[in-house]
């Protein structure tokens, strides 16, 4: 049992899907996973157990923000043998190339955090990528559900509400496609701790247009994205 994860050993698996809001852990472990067990409260952020398609999966929450999910991907590595991540979360498009629901797939994540300069003393701009494997893999599952995934840079962002949203356009001018505000953190930590970690996001809101969907959706819906997570996690 770890600090901020009330799980007992064995209770989960080595993939992990991981949605920021505990809630949607809930929604997806009951939608999708037979035999699905909650294994942790701590917090009210929500773990649980399960098999899709026969192979065990875990979904567990891990909260608004990268020191939060910072916390829950070190612990679920190396107090809990958990080999395999992916983020599935919720980001606001950047380019107008994406519409509401379109599915991302994050390659790397640019970000305003200083979590990794402070990591580097300063002296170098770590590039946090995704796992090759995982990423191929989620492309080709994606083709397999007649699925349009976008594949790109994102930003992880530090804060949610911006005085700077000029630069918003700039990140889209060399390439970005949304902002989140977790996924430097995961690659980071699975990178040094050699497990595997991806980010497939989808869109609800539009900081060109101003569109969102509304709370209940983010909580309940984009089922397109976690599907392709699931057959990802297991293949």
């Known amino acids: 049992m ?6 007992k050993p064995g209770e989960i698996a080595e993939r992990v899907l991981m949605p920021g809001d505990p809630l949607r852990a809930k929604w997806i472990a009951e939608t999708y996973l037979e035999g699905a067990q ?25 909260g608004m923000g990268m020191p939060s999910a910072s916390i829950y991907a070190h612990e679920l590595i190396n107090e809990y043998g958990v080999r395999s991540l992916i983020r599935v979360g919720s980001c606001g ?12 797939a994050a390659i790397g ?20 990528v995704a796992d090759f494997g995982l990423l191929r893999t989620s492309v080709e599952v994606a083709e ?58 989808t869109v609800s809101d539009h900081i ?14 984009f089922s397109q994205m976690v599907e392709i997570a699931l057959d990802t996690i297991i293949a």
């Open 93 to 104: 498009a950047l380019t107008e190339d994406l519409q509401l629901r379109d599915v991302v």
């Open 144 to 201: 397999q559900r007649g699925v349009t995934m976008r594949v790109g840079p994102v930003l992880a962002a530090d804060a949610f509400y911006t005085d700077r949203p000029d630069l918003y356009d700039s990140l889209a001018n060399y390439g970005v496609l949304a902002v989140e505000m977790e996924s430097a953190a995961l690659y980071t930590i699975a990178a040094r701790f050699r497990a595997r970690a991806l980010t497939i996001l």
């Open 38 to 62: 909650c294994y942790s409260t701590v917090r009210g952020m929500l773990g649980f157990t399960g098999r899709w398609n026969g192979v065990e999966v875990s979904i567990q929450g891990s």
């Open 109 to 128: 994540s640019s970000t305003d955090s200083n979590m990794n300069r402070v990591r580097f003393d300063g002296l170098i701009d770590y590039a946090p």
């Open 2 to 7: 770890s600090t901020h994860i009330g799980a």
């Open 208 to 221: 060109r247009t101003g569109e969102k969907v509304t709370s209940q959706e983010r909580e309940q819906t």
